[in-house]
């Protein structure tokens, strides 16, 4: 068969991949029960990963910050045994 848009995905294969889900957003399985508790568990990991990610640029900050602060100290200290 012809290429689909340009690749060589045949059409009946693209056909197939429509109804398939992806990586991160799987296709149904048919079992509801099953289904809602995987979207729900999905929803507290993305949840949970952004807070996480919120703490560790916060860590950062309070790091950089007090490295500034250590470095202006340092140089304070510096410029008043100059003069």
């Given at each position: 068969m ?5 690749s060589?995905?045949s ?7 429509r109804?398939?889900g992806?990586?991160?957003?799987p296709s149904?399985s ?9 979207t729900?568990?999905?929803r507290?990991?993305?949840?949970e990963?952004?807070?996480f990610?919120?703490?560790?640029r916060?860590?950062?900050m309070?790091?950089?910050?007090e490295?500034?602060?250590?470095f202006m100290?340092?140089?304070r200290g ?5 003069v």
């Amino acid at each position: 068969m012809c290429g689909w848009k340009g690749s060589n995905i045949s059409r009946w294969h693209a056909d197939e991949m429509r109804g398939a889900g992806t990586w991160w957003r799987p296709s149904r399985s048919g079992n509801q029960a099953f289904d809602d508790y995987r979207t729900e568990t999905l929803r507290r990991l993305e949840e949970e990963q952004r807070e996480f990610q919120d703490f560790l640029r916060r860590l950062r900050m309070a790091r950089d910050k007090e490295e500034f602060d250590q470095f202006m100290q340092e140089r304070r200290g510096r410029s008043s045994a100059e003069v």
